[in-house]
């Protein structure tokens, strides 16, 4: 008897679309391993040759922030403009350094 | 060459990049973990000469600012540990080696910082001559300095920016801040101009480095990129050049400049800078009074896991 879909494990689809880039998340499907999730994503993400490289990763692995929260999660960086480069003002001839 | 030597080489031919999982020669391998940990490790011993004038600022301005600089070069010297690691080696093991003199750090960092001017002159000067390196380090051929790079990269520019705005607002002050804008700039000039390393005729690893695109342009090339940007920059803040040989060539369409003190260079490397001692030692006892925080880290950690435990038992 196969297993209804949502009994199977969720898994994380990260591509690497070349080598030297950064993996970048793609999407989710359903599998019952590592093995299986990655066979999957195989073909289902990857059939136009957009990848060198695949990972998955169980869901339920992810701990993420809460964007609900991001307003104060981030607070501490918002009153910090001087971290960016574009806050100082340089004369003309140097701005460009 | 064995196969999975001519698979390497043509990767690197081919300005693809050797990710972590690859097969790539011993020597490769060493070559970059000395490289990326000796860069993690300025970083992190940059942080000295600046920190020391955290408390000293001038303004509560400048005080944010450099904090946040310093904050940005503990973060730059994680990114890059972490790119070593994925070549085998290990945080305590890049630790112990900085510790024991084995691995090496830029030699600037053993430059004092006497006056508030001199910190002005580190961002500008040394961050710059930072970027000029990093910049071509964006494209080396391990991916993950690559990238390290990048991000390093996208950060660094207000450094830069914020060292030269400082030294203007001296530059374009009291006489007496003028004065102190010129003495930086006259002691911090050559130890910039040394960051590139020895001239490519003594440089030990940088035939190999640039046959494996580890590193992409030579020492004296990015060095007289520095030299030849740097120009204008201190024309604009009114001072004196300190290089009083610096002449525009037409010819070669770049600036000649005087040649450094390079046994100057050497001494600095081999340990006889003026804080080369002190930079370690406070390493060493700043790690060893961060003692009790990774315990209480690892104690804290355990006392989660037996909470967790007693819960699902």
Redesign the interface.
């Known amino acids: 008897m196969t297993k209804p879909t949502e009994k199977l494990e969720l898994f994380e689809v990260f591509v690497r679309s070349k080598r030297g880039l950064d993996h970048k998340h793609v999407g989710s499907l359903h599998a019952e391993d590592h093995e299986q999730a990655l066979e999957y994503a195989r073909d289902c993400y990857t059939r136009r040759s957009e990848g060198v490289s695949l990972w998955v990763v169980k869901s339920s692995d992810i701990c993420a922030s809460q964007e609900d929260d991001a307003d104060c999660f981030y607070d501490p960086n918002d009153d910090k403009p001087y971290r960016h480069a574009t806050y100082y003002v340089l004369p003309d001839p140097v701005n460009n350094m | 060459m064995t196969p999975e030597e001519q698979n390497f080489m043509r990767?690197i031919e081919a300005e693809?990049?050797i990710?972590p999982k690859d097969w790539m020669p011993e020597a490769y391998r060493k070559n970059l973990i000395r490289q990326i940990s000796q860069h993690a490790h300025s970083e992190v011993i940059g942080m000295q000469p600046e920190g020391n004038w955290i408390t000293r600022a001038p303004s509560l301005?400048r005080k944010?600012?450099l904090l946040?600089k310093v904050q940005?070069e503990a973060g730059h010297g994680l990114y890059l540990y972490s790119a070593a690691e994925t070549l085998g080696i290990s945080r305590s093991e890049m630790i112990e080696q900085l510790q024991s003199g084995k691995a090496k750090y830029s030699s600037i960092f053993n430059y004092p910082t006497l006056t508030w001017a001199d910190v002005a002159a580190i961002g500008w000067l040394v961050d710059?001559a930072a970027i000029v390196n990093q910049v071509s380090l964006q494209r080396t051929s391990y991916?993950p300095y690559?990238?390290g790079m990048i991000r390093i990269c996208k950060e660094e520019?207000?450094h830069?920016?914020?060292g030269?705005?400082a030294m203007?607002a001296l530059a374009k002050g009291s006489p007496e801040q003028k004065a102190m804008a010129q003495d930086a700039l006259n002691r911090f000039y050559w130890p910039a101009l040394m960051m590139f390393g020895p001239h490519d005729s003594e440089s030990a690893h940088s035939q190999k480095s640039m046959e494996w695109k580890i590193k992409r342009e030579t020492n004296d090339d990015l060095r007289q990129k520095f030299i030849d940007?740097t120009v204008?920059?201190i024309?604009?803040l009114g001072l004196e050049h300190p290089d009083k040989n610096l002449k525009w060539n037409e010819e070669r369409g770049h600036y000649d400049s005087s040649d450094l003190d390079w046994d100057e260079f050497w001494s600095v490397i081999n340990g006889n800078g003026h804080c080369n001692r002190q930079r370690i030692e406070h390493h060493i006892a700043a790690h060893d009074e961060g003692e009790w925080v990774r315990d209480a880290i690892a104690a804290y950690n355990e006392k989660k896991r037996a909470k967790k435990a007693q819960n699902a038992a």
């Open positions: 990767k693809e990049k990710e301005r944010a600012v946040s940005d710059g991916g690559s990238r520019s207000f830069q920016r914020q030269y705005e203007l940007q204008k920059q024309e604009v």
